[in-house]
């Protein structure tokens, strides 16, 4: 019924720069936060940004000062604007959007499948 599916993921070398992008999709009333996180193989997936339907954003203490998390409403995407990457940032990225579709009165979590992020020289 929704999905999320995020692209943009690949191989970037140390101080670059990559945009991550997530697409909600299906039968959808309305869209409440939507956020990025990511996860290292072996750790807990941690939040990396979210941003509110009213603009409202949040920041892990890693990613401010070089990750931006814009959105476009009518698009019902979230993207993810990394710079200064550094190889600590490896990881797989999810979208993660609240949601609440049009047989539902209440919003509830969805993910998208994830998109690897490897920096490296």
């Known amino acids: 019924q929704v999905q999320l599916v995020e692209s943009g993921g690949g191989l970037v070398q140390p101080g670059g720069s990559l945009r991550l992008s997530c697409a909600a999709s299906g039968n959808i009333f309305r869209i409440n936060a939507m956020g990025w996180y990511r996860q290292v193989p072996g750790k807990q997936r941690e939040l990396v940004a979210v941003?509110?339907?009213?603009?409202?954003?949040n920041y892990a203490a890693s990613a401010k000062g070089r990750f931006t998390i814009p959105r476009d409403n009518a698009k019902k995407t979230v993207y993810l604007q990394m710079s200064s990457l550094s190889p600590e940032d490896t990881a797989d990225y999810y979208c993660?959007?609240?949601?609440?579709?049009?047989?539902?009165?209440?919003?509830?979590?969805?993910w998208g499948q994830g998109t690897q992020v490897t920096v490296s020289s």
């Open positions: 941003i509110t339907s009213g603009g409202d954003t």
């Open positions: 993660n959007a609240a949601i609440r579709t049009f047989s539902s009165s209440s919003y509830d979590t969805y």
